[in-house]
Structures are given as structure tokens and as C-alpha cells.
């Protein structure tokens, strides 16, 4: 094997050493990001979810014909 020149087989070494330990800092750090991107998947479906059901409870509201104010119970005196 032939080295670059002026470079001797410890420099090379600790070369490959330094990209070995920046590689699993980069793992390291990517498992990371797909854990809190999976949580975030998760948050979003779930507030996906609710908006869906408040919008539809609107909906049901808003179809609804207005209640007779006589059907109300009076106010009570003060």
C-alpha cells in the first residue's frame, strides 16, 4: 500500500480513527432526529384527529335549528 506522500501509517491511522468516531456521532445523532420525528408524526395524526372531531361537532351544531327561547327555563331574580 502506498501512503500520500508525507504521511506515515500512525497519521493515517488516527485519520481513520477521527472519521470512525464523527460517523458514529452522526448515527448517533440521526437516531435521535427519527425518534423525535416519529413522535412528532405521532402528535400531528393525533391533533389530525381532533380537529376532525371538534369540526364535525361544529358541523352538528351548526345544522341544528335554533332552540325556541320559551322552550329556555327563565332567568333567575336577582
Known amino acids: 500500500m ?8 500512525m497519521e493515517l491511522g488516527r485519520r481513520i480513527e477521527e ?3 464523527r460517523i458514529a456521532h452522526q ?3 440521526l437516531q435521535g432526529q427519527s425518534e423525535e420525528l416519529l413522535h412528532l408524526q405521532q402528535a400531528n395524526t393525533r391533533l389530525t384527529r381532533q ?4 369540526s364535525e361537532r361544529v358541523q ?3 345544522t341544528q335549528p335554533a332552540s ?9 331574580h336577582y
Request: negative net charge.
Open 2 to 9: 502506498n501512503l500520500p506522500e508525507g504521511e506515515s501509517a
Open 19 to 21: 472519521l470512525e468516531i
Open 27 to 29: 448515527e448517533y445523532a
Open 51 to 54: 380537529l376532525l372531531e371538534l
Open 60 to 62: 352538528a351544531l351548526a
Open 68 to 76: 325556541d327561547p320559551a322552550d329556555e327555563p327563565p332567568p333567575p
